[in-house]
């Protein structure tokens, strides 16, 4: 639960609980969009006092008015209590640690519309089966990436692979399984230096990554010290996880083959540095099954058209 020396969150339900909110009843205001768009430009003009140390072009990127109706769903649906603070800051999204109505913790990322970064993306979605018809219009293209990250963490956990658990998606925000503390994310394995255990750590990346290619026809291509989470690094089994999956392409895509060799040299390279002298692209790569184990696409695969 979060606690009383916790400062104030961004946003809250009770941000949107007003006298007029309390008399109509939260579950119909939520569904009128004309009340929906006045709330979220009130939240949009309240944010300069709620966003703490986030910086000020990064803020216009996050909470557009778009994204403030997204957020708004959620606080009035039961998905989220509160937005708490940003845990992490990335080209393409901002990752915060929000409160659940129960008062356990989810990770809200938030990828960014006005924003040029995602120009590259296409080529990850374009040769994907699950997302024809994709064009390259700015909101459409952010809100199939999330998306598509969304049902990639599905495909993964549904063979067992220890990614974060996707919990529901709309528009341009992916809510998900929060890898952290109280006070914020576990460190990526880029921010740790030498590990205690690195052979036990690049077994259990390399397991995830074979069972990613062969059991969930995925190649995460973008595999790295900076994608991979150590949770509980301060315990007695620290445990790595794999993050930031939305770049993942199936078996069949056109660059499956350049993004695979890329990650087999990323990651082995990696723990080589670590002192892991099993680390070696070949180990990897005669493990991997290249037949297609789904054999039908999956769209529609955990798709969240409504909060």
Not at 73 to 83: E, I, Q
Not at 96 to 113: D, E, L, M, N, S
Not at 239 to 254: C, F, S, W, Y
Not at 295 to 300: I, Q
Request: aromatic fraction near 8%; charge should be negative.
């Amino acid at each position: 639960m979060p606690g009383d020396d916790e400062p104030a969150p961004m946003l809250s339900v009770e941000d949107l609980q007003d006298e007029a909110d309390a008399d109509a009843g939260m579950q119909s205001l939520a569904s009128n969009d004309e009340w929906a768009f006045r709330k979220a430009d009130r939240l949009q003009a309240m944010l300069p006092d709620l966003r703490g140390d986030l910086n000020r072009k990064t803020e216009g990127e996050v909470f557009d008015r778009q994204t403030l109706m997204v957020l708004h769903k959620f606080l009035t649906h039961g998905v989220l209590r509160s937005l708490d603070f940003p845990v992490s800051t990335g080209k393409e999204a901002n990752v915060f640690r929000g409160t659940t109505p129960g008062g356990g913790y989810v990770a809200v990322k938030i990828f960014r519309v006005n924003t040029a970064t995602f120009k590259h993306v296409l080529k990850y979605i374009q040769g994907d089966e699950r997302f024809e018809g994709v064009t390259g219009d700015k909101r459409g293209l952010v809100n199939a990436w999330t998306q598509k990250e969304f049902r990639n963490l599905v495909r993964m956990r549904d063979v067992g692979v220890d990614v974060p658990e996707p919990i529901k998606a709309l528009g341009n925000v992916l809510v998900m399984e929060y890898l952290g503390t109280k006070e914020g994310q576990w460190p990526r394995l880029k921010e740790l230096g030498q590990l205690a255990d690195p052979q036990a750590a690049y077994d259990k990346v390399a397991n995830d990554y074979v069972k990613a290619y062969n059991e969930a026809d995925l190649i995460h291509a973008d595999v790295s010290e900076y994608n991979i989470l150590m949770e509980g690094v301060l315990g007695p089994s620290p445990r790595p996880r794999l993050i930031d999956v939305g770049q993942a392409v199936l078996k069949n895509h056109p660059m499956a083959a350049e993004f695979l060799e890329r990650d087999l040299r990323n990651l082995t390279s990696y723990f080589r540095r670590q002192g892991v002298k099993s680390a070696d692209p070949q180990s990897i790569r005669a493990r991997l099954q290249h037949e297609r184990h789904w054999k039908k696409e999956d769209k529609g695969d955990g798709e969240e058209d409504e909060a």
